[in-house]
């Protein structure tokens, strides 16, 4: 059995500095290095992917700048 940990972050673009946040849950399970991370929802214009269970990979919809969480 694994609980989800919740939490909320908020990213700012680098390019034109666009603000959102991001509501995102990860497994919370002790043996793993990389817990699974999934972002839930997106405050703002923005898109964003998970790479590998990771880093979150996040595009402005604005003007197209990519920038890692
Ligand atoms: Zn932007």
Redesign the pocket.
């Known amino acids: 059995m694994a609980a989800r940990d919740r939490f909320t972050s908020g990213i700012e673009?680098p390019?034109?500095?666009?603000k959102g946040v991001l509501h995102m849950s990860e497994d919370d399970h002790p043996y793993m290095r990389n817990p699974h991370r999934e972002v839930d929802e997106i405050e703002g214009e923005f898109t964003t992917f998970v790479s590998k269970g990771v880093d979150v990979a996040v595009t402005?919809i604005?003007?197209n700048?990519n920038f890692a969480y």
Do not use: E, L
């Not at 390019?15 to 666009?18: I, K, M, V, Y």
């Open positions: 673009c390019n034109c500095g666009q402005c604005k003007c700048a």
